[in-house]
């Protein structure tokens, strides 16, 4: 059973910042493709920001290029969300995922999400 265990959700001000944490119980290394997800209360649920596991292949929503940063730290099964500058619109449940490419097939998997609450 692979679990993805999200951290680091809190209540923030406009302003400032957070980093999310994701630990996979399998390892990233490989042809791995490592996510942040969120979704907004009626809203449905968008790509934040992903990558793949070497680090390349980096790529961002639009709502939060040059506020957030995507890293990955394999040795540790971990990839982060470095967000600052937060806004109110931010507020969401953020998820992370992980598509996983064995032999041609494809699995994804995913957490249970963090909330993050920014205020005004």
């Known amino acids: 059973q692979v679990q993805l265990v999200e951290s680091g959700g809190d209540l923030v001000q406009t302003g400032g910042s957070l980093r999310l944490s994701c630990t996979a119980s399998?390892?990233?290394?490989?042809?791995?493709?490592l996510s942040w997800y969120r979704q907004a209360p009626g809203k449905e649920r968008e790509l934040v920001a992903s990558?793949?596991?070497?680090?390349?292949?980096?790529n961002y929503a639009d709502s939060v290029k040059g506020r957030f940063t995507i890293s990955i730290d394999n040795l540790k099964n971990t990839w982060y969300l470095q967000m600052s500058s937060l806004k109110p619109e931010d507020t969401a449940v953020y998820y992370c995922?992980?598509?996983?490419?064995?032999?041609?097939?494809?699995?994804?998997?995913w957490g249970k999400g963090t909330q993050v609450t920014v205020s005004s």
């Open positions: 990558a793949a596991s070497g680090g390349d292949r980096v």
């Open positions: 995922n992980i598509v996983r490419t064995h032999w041609g097939v494809a699995y994804e998997y």
């Open positions: 399998l390892s990233t290394f490989g042809n791995n493709v």
